[in-house]
């Protein structure tokens, strides 16, 4: 027992429809990055948030350092030196960095020697140090609103540094992050085990567990797999345990056979709120049956060029021309009437309404039209027979079926209900902005054939994706973007993954 800094034994988690993890029992080592691989839904984040305190097992025991425990709320896996870093962060924007990090156990003063006040300063140069001393380049004084995701998620890092957390949960740690952060972040995770740390780390990409981790636990549908070794176990076996049958890394991609344009966006240019350029005189168009990528680090205007296209961002000039009819002042729905379908970058932000049920988001796009509407009246049946259908068509995973409230679900059951519903339009051009971020293998393999199938039927399809991988296995066509400009745009089969990755940063030819 005291060769285990955490045991879960035979730990059952029942939901409303579900069972959320069935008899799974783990053994962690100290100072071992354990990896927990899975589908989406497939129970991981479920057992370690029981670890961590947010819910209580309905069967099981759990043992830190060989102690049984009963864990009620975070505070008390706080008690055992236990941090979780959540998928969907967890700061108040409006708060400073060292603000966040110190909630809820600030150090205190007293002003005038009698009222007590939180001694910001020594907030501020405790984090400046602690920040300093595991590399996470971290300014106390910026507000959570003002900086970008993967500083976000240095601070949730920090938070459970300064609260000497010695067990690490990280949840879906780089869903959010581009291919050099997830660099940077995976060098932290190594410096933290050197540090004696214990890391448990969720996770359904394989590549980041064959670098990071020692062993890994695959779980499906709730139930646990089998554990195995890292270093003796290939990325092959590791996709067909998860999923459960042989997974094709290679996607068939069919003859393109390109029509007329569909899409057509001359001189572009898009103005943020300070009215500075971040799309700069950019022209492109797709053709039918033809998939354009653009390709791009993150922040360089591609997410821009997409919600101008959708009508949610302004242009300050150009033209956009949607099958010959110019649309750049068009409202946002008719242009989804004249055949766009767009899945949003952020998909709780954007995609879908979190409080509604999974039949009522499936229908956001036609809820007020026959057979959903009647003479002004929903007809609610047609709402679950839609959302019933879907469910089957695209494997979204949800406990109480058409019913389940969209927040109860997991983010890559999320994504599938969001690309089932856009995709059920058959429209003329179809938007895809990182449609596979957070995705397990089996559910990428899955979309990557429904591109394919889209541009088979002959849909035009945008793609715009941080994975240069995704990229070129997909692609008929990729314009590479940096700082608002497309530098180049050519047929993919010309062009290398090596000359891409050079102009997303910036290098031009000579």
Sequence with gaps: MQDYIVEMRHITKRFPGIVANDDVSIAIRPGEVYALLGENGAGKSTLMSMLFGMYEPDQGEIYIRGEKVAFHSSNDAAAHNIGMVHQHFKLVDTYTIAENIVLGMAPMTKKFGIFPCVDIKRANREIAELSARYGLEVNPTDKICDVPVSV???????????????????????????????????????????????????????????????????????????????????????????????????????????????????????????H????????????????????????????????????????????????????????????????????????????????????????????????????????????????????????????????????????????????????????????????????????????????LDERSRGAAILLISLELDEIMKLADTIGVIYNGELLKTAPAEEMTSQEVGRYMMGVKEA
């Design 152 to 274: 976000r998620q240095r601070v949730e890092i920090l938070k459970m540094l300064y609260r000497r957390a010695e067990i690490m949960i990280f949840d879906e740690p780089t869903a959010v992050l581009t291919p050099q952060e997830i660099d940077f972040l995976l060098q932290i995770i190594d410096g933290l085990r050197k540090d004696g740390k214990t890391i448990i780390l969720i996770t359904h990409k394989m590549e980041e567990i064959k670098r990071i981790a020692d062993r890994c636990a695959i779980l499906r549908r709730g139930k646990l797999i089998d554990v195995r070794s890292v270093a003796g176990t290939s990325v092959q076996e590791m996709a067909n345990m998860m999923v459960g049958r042989e997974v094709s890394f290679d996607q068939n991609k069919p003859k393109a056979d390109f029509g007329n344009a569909v899409l057509s966006v001359e001189h572009l240019t898009v103005e943020n709120d300070h």
């Design 276 to 451: 500075f350029p971040v799309v700069r005189d950019v022209s492109f168009s797709i053709r039918s049956g033809e998939i354009f990528a653009i390709a791009g680090v993150s922040g360089n205007g591609q997410t821009q060029i997409a919600d101008a296209i959708t009508g949610m961002l302004p242009v300050s000039s150009g033209t956009i021309t949607l099958d010959g009819n110019v649309i750049t002042r068009m409202p946002i729905r008719s242009r989804a009437r004249e055949g766009i379908s767009y899945i949003p970058e952020d998909r709780q932000g954007m995609g879908v309404v979190m409080d509604f049920s999974l039949q009522e988001n499936l229908a956001l796009r036609e809820y007020n039209r026959s057979p959903f509407s009647k003479k002004g009246i929903l007809q609610f049946d047609r709402f679950r027979e839609y959302a019933d259908q879907l469910i089957g068509r695209y494997d979204i995973r949800s406990g109480q079926g058409a019913k389940t409230q969209m927040r109860s679900m997991s983010g890559g059951n999320q994504q599938k209900a969001i690309i089932g519903r856009e995709i059920e339009e058959h429209a003329k051009l179809i938007i895809f902005v990182q449609p596979t971020r957070g995705l397990d293998i089996g559910a990428i393999e899955n979309i990557h054939r429904q591109i």
